[in-house]
């Protein structure tokens, strides 16, 4: 715990290219370009590299922007993370998942922050352009008690979460980097299709609770967080030595390998967590999407069986090779725009912009074109 990091944090987050600007001495402009760098952008890091770069600092914008909504009505209330109060019915609900969700919520927030922190502020130290989302931040937020109520960059009320990632990680036989077109089943019935809500959209989702006593909808709600962020974790664990495969400074090398392994860590905690889902079925009452948690702890094949959280052996590179216990998928051919297809079609960007998804899109390309041999160009 860094109690007194709370007001650097908070006040980076509301302008982070001037947090930039005091990383070299008011070297930079006043929109994130610094004086020196290239007509792309690039500063001293090659094209390649600083677009790599520019991308995983959205994506942790994003991912920040996420859990900073998780964290106000679900975590632990504090200096480090100051926005909302707390919801008392939701985190009650959570803790069916695990008694410490309120702690790990907390901390995965601040863990995503520290990274967007550290990826702007490097890019931003080799006169490279940097990476703002502000602008964007426009969609509505939870009503509920406990919402800090600021505009949000993502929309966590009507989503569809692909659980297949649970099968993924579970299956021996397939890997979807050598078996693209191969179907993983999902681990939620009903989660990945229609809208769902991950947290309380006003009192009305919370109506009837009392702590202790949960009613099914708002365990639902809260399940339906649970899984989600494993989807989100999951998606950081692949994108890291996804791109990390094409990046040509060791130290941009270094950074991908060191801050990887965190999302990793994550991933197999809230995989943890979500199996201890109990057994419920909700119609959401404004939606009307359906979703069926099944008792995963008990009477499931290994495909489902929920302490399986360990990735099990699998083909890799070619079935020529003995199965190997890997991330997956890590094919780097096109890593940038799967994950932002991914996330479209998680339902997070529902109300964003046109400008929006452009900007992430034009984003992930150049991510995606950067080559270790850019340098040469």
């Not at 985190?91 to 410490?100: K, R, S």
């Not at 931040?137 to 505009?151: D, E, I, V």
């Not at 860590?265 to 201890?276: C, V």
């Not at 069926?292 to 302490?307: G, H, M, R, V, W």
Request: a negative charge; charged letters at 20%; one cysteine or more.
């Amino acid at each position: 715990m860094k109690p007194n990091n709370g007001k650097n944090r908070r006040s980076f987050l509301q302008n982070s290219v001037a947090m930039s600007a005091a990383t070299l001495g008011g070297g930079l402009l006043t929109t994130g370009v610094s004086a020196f760098a290239s007509e792309e952008g690039s500063g001293s890091l090659t094209k390649g590299d600083a677009a790599i770069l520019r991308f995983l600092a959205a994506a942790e914008i994003i991912e920040t922007d996420l859990w900073v909504q998780y964290n106000e009505l679900g975590g632990i209330q504090d200096t480090e993370e100051p926005d909302g109060s707390g919801n008392p019915f939701y985190t009650d609900a959570l803790t069916i998942l695990d008694g410490d969700m309120a702690q790990y919520i907390h901390d995965n927030t601040d863990d995503e922050l520290s990274h967007w922190m550290f990826i702007d502020s490097y890019l931003a130290s080799k006169g490279a352009e940097t990476v703002d989302l502000d602008r964007f931040r426009t969609l509505p937020g939870s009503k509920a008690q406990g919402s800090s109520g600021k505009p949000r960059l993502t929309n966590l009320m009507q989503l569809s979460v692909d659980t297949s990632f649970w099968t993924r990680y579970r299956s021996d036989t397939n890997n979807p980097d050598l078996d693209p077109g191969f179907t993983f089943g999902q681990a939620v019935k009903g989660l990945n299709v229609g809208q769902h809500t991950a947290i309380p959209r006003s009192d009305a989702d919370t109506a009837g609770s009392s702590i202790g006593s949960p009613t099914d909808h708002l365990k639902a709600i809260a399940f339906t967080a649970g899984f989600h962020f494993v989807f989100i974790e999951s998606g950081g664990t692949s994108l890291y030595p996804s791109l990390a495969q094409r990046v040509t400074s060791p130290e941009v090398l270094r950074i991908l390998l060191s801050i990887g392994p965190t999302e990793t860590m994550h991933f197999q905690t809230w995989q943890d967590k979500a199996g201890n889902a109990t057994p419920l079925t909700d119609i959401d009452p404004i939606t009307k999407a359906t979703v069926t948690f099944a008792d995963l702890t008990k009477n499931q094949p290994e495909s489902l069986q929920s302490n399986l959280i360990m990735p099990e052996p699998c083909p890799f590179l070619g079935r020529k090779f003995p199965p190997c216990s890997i991330i997956r998928p890590t094919e780097t051919r096109g890593a940038a725009m799967g994950a932002v297809k991914a996330l479209v079609a998680d339902g997070l960007f529902i109300g964003q912009s046109k400008d929006f998804f452009e900007y992430l899109r034009d984003l992930a390309e150049d991510a995606d074109e950067a080559s270790r041999e850019d340098r040469y160009s």
